[in-house]
């Protein structure tokens, strides 16, 4: 179920009208512990969540609070533990978010923009977030949606949380939101020149640069989900500004769910299967993560790792996702600034 923090009319409605902007960044979201329970309540919100699982809920909801809610958050709670962040005791995707929205807070505090973030499934919620800019006068907000390739499952999904909390909300503020930005020269060149950088710390240069893409059943896409058309624009534009072929960078799809199928190749199966075709050096770059997470740290980082070094890989380079770096505030900042024309001069 989607619980969501719902403020009172009265709450929302005083402070607005004092004409401010703001941005409201969001992610997918993430557990607040790497408990059983914790990790269990997360996935129970996010896989109920009628976009990302479409089967018909009277039959997929006994299937997931029976079998996949008794086995799975174990299983994901160990590999949160490997990938948490100690420090500040958080997942990395809370923490890489929290940052993207404080660094670009630092950009737009000379225009008054203010800035705010949110998560589509678990906390801080996309209300709580929207709360805080309409408490702080802001009439205007931009809702940016994290998600370089658009899919039903992501960038609708958020959207429609947003405009869930609307709902219940006598004085709305006007809205925009941000469309998928797949080959935006901007976010082509942060990804061009992380990857770049991330090379030329080593030896040697990796064989093979390989994508890899967060995975979506086949079916959705036969539905009308743009994803795979956008995550084609993506993988050409950078092997464009790199000068590679596709041989030289393929794409992938990770992170399947379930039995069905998705979108191919698969990329355990494609890197494992590397060595014995003489390719013991790849990199790995994760285009369609705005910022490091389970999907990235552990599935490829750890366990994509381990199989491609047994299967007789010599070294497995994870570029590391745009995160805090300051090509991806440029790339925030830029996105912002052009949605935000006609409400703001600059
Ligand atoms: C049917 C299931 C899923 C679809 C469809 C799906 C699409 C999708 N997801 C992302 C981005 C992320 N997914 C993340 C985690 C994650 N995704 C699924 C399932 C589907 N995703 C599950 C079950 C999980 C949890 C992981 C686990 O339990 O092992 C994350 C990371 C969250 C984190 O806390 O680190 C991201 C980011 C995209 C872009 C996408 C659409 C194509
Ligand atoms: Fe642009
Ligand atoms: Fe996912």
Known sequence: MAFIHVPSKKET??????GRIGVLLTNLGTPDDTSFGAVRRYLSEFLSDQRVIEANPAIWQPILQGVV??????????AYKRIWNEEQNESPLRTYTRGQ?????GRFHADGVRVSWGMRYGSPSVAEAATELMRDGCDRILFMPLYPQYSATTTATANDQLFRFLMTVRRQPAIRTLPAFADDPVYIRALAETLQLSLSGLSERPQMIVTSFHGLPNEYVAKGD???EDCERTVMALRAALAMSDEDMPLTFQSRFGPAKWLEPYTAPFVAGLPAKGITRVAIITPGFMADCIETLDELGNELRDEFMAAGGEELTLVPCLNTCPQAIDLLEHLARVELQGWMEF
Not at 13 to 18: F, I, Q, V
Not at 69 to 78: A, E, F, H, Q
Not at 101 to 105: D, V
């Open 101 to 105: 929205a404080e660094q670009l807070a």
């Open 226 to 228: 743009p994803y795979r």
């Open 13 to 18: 409605a005083a402070p607005m009208g004092r």
């Open 69 to 78: 809610l008794t086995v799975r958050p174990g299983r994901s709670g160990k």
